[in-house]
Nanobody
């Protein structure tokens, strides 16, 4: 019954923008750290961003700093990933994941969404 559902993926041109959403249900959202990961074909899963349970602290991979912004609306049980200035190397399946905790740390995430495809191509 603990579910995460990603949405908002699609096909965009280089330099374009996309906003991903991760909708949570079935658990106490306010007590969980939420992270975004991505995986491109033939590559290992990569951590993209993480946000603390209150939304007060965020972390980003060096490859996306200055271009991506993570946020959360605990009243709506939703986390967002705003992606600007997209590059072809951002192409991947994007997943959100949740772990019980307060701030971003190395976690083994217990709950995962099904993923949403992001393709950046001209």
């Amino acid at each position: 019954q603990l579910q995460l559902v990603e949405s908002g993926g699609g096909l965009v041109q280089p330099g374009g923008s996309l906003r991903l959403s991760c909708a949570a249900s079935g658990f106490s959202f306010d007590y969980y750290v939420i992270a975004w990961f991505r995986q491109a074909p033939g590559k290992e899963r990569e951590g993209v961003s993480c946000i603390s349970s209150t939304g007060g602290r965020t972390n980003y991979a060096d490859s996306v700093k200055g271009r991506f912004t993570i946020s959360r609306d605990n009243a709506k049980n939703t986390v967002y990933l705003q992606m600007n200035s997209l590059k072809p190397e951002d192409t991947a399946i994007y997943y959100c994941a949740a772990e019980y905790g307060t701030i971003c740390r190395p976690y083994e995430y217990d709950y995962w969404g099904q993923g949403t495809q992001v393709t950046v191509s001209s």
